[in-house]
T-cell receptor, first 110, second 114 residues
Framework: QQKVQQSPESLIVPEGAMTSLNCTFS??????FAWYRQHSGKAPKALMS????GEKEEGRFTIHLNKASLHFSLHIRDSQPSDSALYLC??????????FGDGTQLVVKP | EAAVTQSPRNKVAVTGGKVTLSCNQT?????MYWYRQDTGHGLRLIHY???????EKGDIPDGYKASRPSQENFSLILELATPSQTSVYFC?????????????FGSGTRLTVL
């Protein structure tokens, strides 16, 4: 069964810094890799997804995927206080199931 | 944007009572999911469905039943609620067999079992 682990558990960065979040998975057959963001008291919301090895950039956010290393990451350029949230990585498994990590709690200090 | 509506938003139940959480989506997605989220944890899959009439067990199905009477509606049923089921429950629709591939979540139901 798919195992998804995130690091670090929590992170505090100053405004304007580059933030890097990591996710590892166990099933090399996985095809869908995504990051979701959840502000306090709100529902998770999809941020970005990627299907093939490499990099994808959308605004200040970049995903890197390395299937051979069973690893993908999210990088946030010029981090803002509004980016403070719980970040959840998601990976597909068999039968259209999507598995989530336990999350990284990000705090961006002004 | 895709819409998923959960009810109720908050629920207080007594131990041994029956609880039904409801979810409605207007996106015509085939897949629907029920997750629970506990403090300090991510999302754990309870039950999911591929379409009307189907339900599948997720990772933590014990103590829960699910019902998918139509494309739009997916319910989670706690026949005999226990305090360990106190949590926030999220319903989602979408998934890999749709053009959306993304999961769209409802606003959640905060359940307290006393």
């Amino acid at each position: 069964q798919q195992k998804v682990q995130q690091s670090p558990e929590s992170l505090i960065v100053p405004e304007g810094a580059m933030t890097s979040l990591n996710c590892t998975f166990s099933d090399s057959a996985s095809q869908y890799f995504a990051w979701y963001r959840q502000h306090s008291g709100k529902a998770p919301k999809a941020l970005m997804s990627i299907f093939s090895n490499g990099e994808k950039e959308e605004g200040r956010f970049t995903i890197h995927l390395n299937k051979a290393s069973l690893h993908f990451s999210l990088h946030i350029r010029d981090s803002q206080p509004s980016d403070s949230a719980l970040y959840l990585c998601a990976v597909s498994g068999s039968n259209n199931r999507i598995f989530f990590g336990d999350g990284t709690q990000l705090v961006v200090k002004p | 944007e895709a819409a998923v509506t959960q009810s109720p938003r908050n629920k207080v139940a007594v131990t041994g009572g029956k609880v039904t959480l409801s979810c409605n989506q207007t996106n015509n997605h085939n897949n629907m999911y029920w997750y629970r989220q506990d403090t300090g944890h991510g999302l754990r899959l309870i039950h999911y469905s591929y379409g009307a009439g189907s339900t599948e067990k997720g990772d933590i199905p014990d103590g829960y039943k699910a019902s998918r009477p139509s494309q739009e509606n997916f319910s989670l049923i706690l026949e005999l609620a226990t305090p360990s089921q106190t949590s926030v429950y999220f319903c989602a629709s979408g998934g890999l067999d749709t053009s959306a591939e993304t999961l769209y979540f409802g606003s959640g139901t905060r359940l307290t079992v006393l």
